[in-house]
Each structure stands twice: as structure tokens, then as C-alpha cells.
Nanobody, 129 residues
């Protein structure tokens, strides 16, 4: 099992930046795939970005949903056992609760929530226009 705690959310103006953190305990993040998802009010939880486990037989994979490509960057600091989501050029439509999640089994990055085994509690990101 792994415990995930997100932080770094807040209120920012359109065009601004935030960096979300996902601190893990109980398991090293390098041994799992990490995904970032978001959920806006009245909408389903959607995939934002993901990075697969280190040492995967298919190599290093990073995936982004189309709407954040070129603006968001996912990364992982193995020494701190923390994953990050750097969000630049934020838009009002990025407003949502952001969650990090861990997938213990897949070699690739899964883009659906049901593929993930552990979830953080979420952090609110609000972008004012």
C-alpha cells in the first residue's frame, strides 16, 4: 500500500503557474506508475498526466491529455519520493480538484481512473479569468 498526499493547490490568475506535489509514503514512487487526474464540479474525473514506473520493460513513458500538452509537466524526485505537476499558462478551464494516484501493476501509463490502486485526498486549483 502507498499513502499519497497532494499539496500546492490554490487560487491563481489565468496565465499564472502552480506546482502540485504528491508526497508518498509506504512505497517508493519509482516502483509504481503515477497519474495526475482532475475533477471539476459536475464532471467526471479525467486524466491529466502520467509517468510509468522506472525499469518498465517498455521504457520510460510520459503521457498528457491534449488540453495540457505544452503547458503541464509531470516529474518525479526519487530522493524525495515525491511526484510533481508543474502547471504553466493556466486557464479558467483548468479549475478542478487535482488528485495524484499510483498504479502498482501496469508497465504503461493508464489514462482511466479505474486503473489506479491508491489515491490522494486531492488539492483544489482555482484559476480566475
Amino acid at each position: 500500500q502507498v499513502q499519497l498526499v497532494e499539496s500546492g493547490g490554490g487560487l491563481v490568475q489565468a496565465g499564472g503557474s502552480l506546482r502540485l506535489s504528491c508526497a508518498a509514503s509506504g512505497r517508493t514512487l519509482s516502483s509504481v506508475a503515477v497519474g495526475w487526474f482532475r475533477q471539476a464540479p459536475g464532471k467526471e474525473r479525467e486524466f491529466v498526466a502520467g509517468i510509468n514506473r522506472i525499469g518498465s520493460i517498455i521504457g520510460s513513458i510520459i503521457r498528457y491529455t491534449d488540453s495540457v500538452k505544452g503547458r503541464f509537466t509531470i516529474s518525479r524526485d526519487n530522493a524525495k519520493n515525491t511526484a510533481y505537476l508543474q502547471m504553466n499558462a493556466l486557464k479558467a478551464e483548468d479549475t478542478a480538484v487535482y488528485y495524484c494516484a499510483a498504479d502498482f501493476f501496469a508497465m504503461d501509463v493508464q489514462t482511466t481512473p479505474r486503473g489506479y490502486d491508491s489515491w490522494g485526498q486531492g488539492t483544489q486549483v482555482t484559476v480566475s479569468s
